[in-house]
């Protein structure tokens, strides 16, 4: 539904021109026109926006409270403010409502919109659907104008203001997933992303541990310098990218850009009993919208959590073992690796892998090795077996495991405690119970 209580006049089929690299240079005796007073207005208008867009992104600033009448059926959303992808505010000033039995009836009648209903047995219907906020615009307080600048004295309606505004859209089914930002700048802090860590990121935890204590907060700040120019050289707006007629040149998306409120879970509609239903929803999820939370307060939390891995911070960990892989080294034909913590020696078959490569040869690829794994608390090394050893001069890559389905577990820290995920490296950031990180490590066959 459209918002339009304090505005009137026509919806505006696009929103007005945002230019931040043009501006107007005023001139002593020069005649202003409707595109110079746009070229005035449009360049603060494109600054701002493309500010909001990049640095700051899409998130509920305040507000949007969302909630069911069942009675009236109406999904009810509350003032709120808010920032699009494409770095509009989107702010809307009374509380708003929408007739979910009026939405069923007009969705599930447009076999293109994909809804999934449920009949159930008393004869109501369920389905699940999300919430999302959509900038929109509306011209307001008409004025006489002139109906082109060559039809001379001749005049129309022209209209003087435009309202900025926004529509509530209730969307079928699950909600789209979450973007997630700077994949790898969370692999390092230990933040789950999908397909992290990588083996950028595990090289760049392996390079932190392998240095003296005292070294590690510079290493830190190195990898994550490192880590943050590569992920930012490989972004673009789409219009750089997508060869698609009326792509962005300047926002990090392409319109529309909606922000998602809320999903709904298990609306169910009653049946019309004299000419009346009613509307439930088993669920209203707004951990699905992304927050934003002022730099101020983000300053001081980082504060009081600290540094990933450094002493003093409170950032918690479940206290799963560790490997060192600047400890790696041959014994025989085993590769043995110091470690910390204890290790659940049934967890190491399904948890761990091994393969091997011979640089030498130009199209030679990866032999998994036959090995066996061996953990010993006394001398608190991890050992691997290799039969047979590859040759001398071949390379041996070495993964352990902490995520995945079968992933490398430490023993409880207390009895009746749960195990606990393998975390990485030895100073590694935080890790988690039930899924920790995983870690990789080359050496040579000597």
């Known amino acids: 539904?459209?918002?339009?209580?304090?505005?009137?006049?026509?919806?505006?089929?696009?929103?007005?021109?945002?230019?931040?690299?043009?501006?107007?240079?005023?001139?002593?005796?020069?005649?202003?026109?409707?595109?110079?007073?746009?070229?005035?207005?449009?360049?603060?208008?494109?600054?701002?926006?493309l500010h909001n867009a990049w640095l700051h992104g899409q998130g509920v600033i305040w507000g949007y409270p969302v909630s069911v009448d069942s009675p009236s059926r109406e999904l009810r959303v509350g003032p709120g403010l808010a920032l699009d992808a494409v770095g509009q505010e989107l702010y809307l000033s009374v509380k708003s409502c929408l007739d979910l039995g009026a939405w069923f009836d007009t969705t599930s009648a447009d076999q293109s919109a994909g809804l999934t209903v449920t009949t159930n047995e008393d004869g109501s219907v369920s389905f699940d659907a999300y919430l999302v906020v959509r900038f929109?615009?509306?011209?307001?307080?008409?004025?006489?104008?002139?109906?082109?600048?060559?039809?001379?004295?001749a005049s129309d309606t022209a209209y003087s203001r435009v309202n900025e505004t926004v529509e509530l859209l209730l969307m079928p089914n699950q909600a789209p997933p979450r973007q997630v930002t700077y994949p790898e700048l969370r692999g390092l802090l230990g933040v789950p992303a999908a397909g992290q860590p990588d083996q950028i990121v595990q090289d760049a935890l392996a390079a932190i541990a392998a240095l003296p204590q005292n070294q590690r907060a510079q290493g830190w700040l190195d990898q994550l310098r490192t880590i943050l120019a590569s992920e930012i050289e490989g972004m673009a707006p789409p219009g750089f990218t997508n060869t698609q007629a009326g792509s962005s040149l300047l926002f990090p998306v392409d319109e529309p850009a909606d922000v998602v409120l809320a999903q709904l879970t298990g609306i169910t509609l009653t049946p019309a009993t004299g000419g009346t239903r009613t509307a439930s929803v088993t669920t209203i999820d707004t951990s699905v919208r992304w927050s934003h939370v002022p730099t101020a307060t983000i300053a001081e939390l980082l504060a009081a959590i600290g540094a990933p891995g450094q002493a003093g911070g409170t950032i918690t960990d479940a206290g799963g073992p560790r490997i060192d892989p600047s400890t790696a080294a041959w014994a025989g034909d085993s590769v043995v690796v110091g470690i910390i913590g204890t290790f659940l020696p049934g967890t190491l078959a399904a948890g761990t892998s091994v393969a091997s490569i011979d640089p030498a040869e130009p199209n030679g690829g990866w032999t998994q090795l036959s090995y066996t794994s061996s953990f010993d608390p006394g001398s608190s090394r991890l050992a691997f077996a290799l039969t047979p050893p590859p040759a001398s001069g071949q390379w041996v890559r070495v993964l352990v495991r902490g995520t995945g389905a079968s992933p490398v577990m430490g023993a409880p820290g207390a009895a009746g405690a749960p195990p606990v995920a393998f975390a990485g490296v030895v100073g590694g950031p935080p890790s988690g119970a039930a899924a920790g990180a995983d870690v990789a490590f080359l050496i040579e066959r000597s």
């Not at 931040?20 to 409707?34: I, W």
């Not at 929109?136 to 600048?149: D, E, G």
């Open 136 to 153: 929109a615009a509306c011209l307001a307080q008409p004025v006489p104008a002139m109906t082109s600048p060559c039809d001379g004295s």
């Open 1 to 49: 539904m459209s918002v339009t209580s304090e505005t009137s006049g026509d919806s505006l089929a696009t929103t007005l021109p945002a230019n931040p690299f043009t501006d107007l240079a005023v001139q002593f005796g020069m005649l202003l026109g409707v595109a110079d007073f746009d070229a005035l207005a449009a360049n603060p208008r494109g600054k701002m926006r």
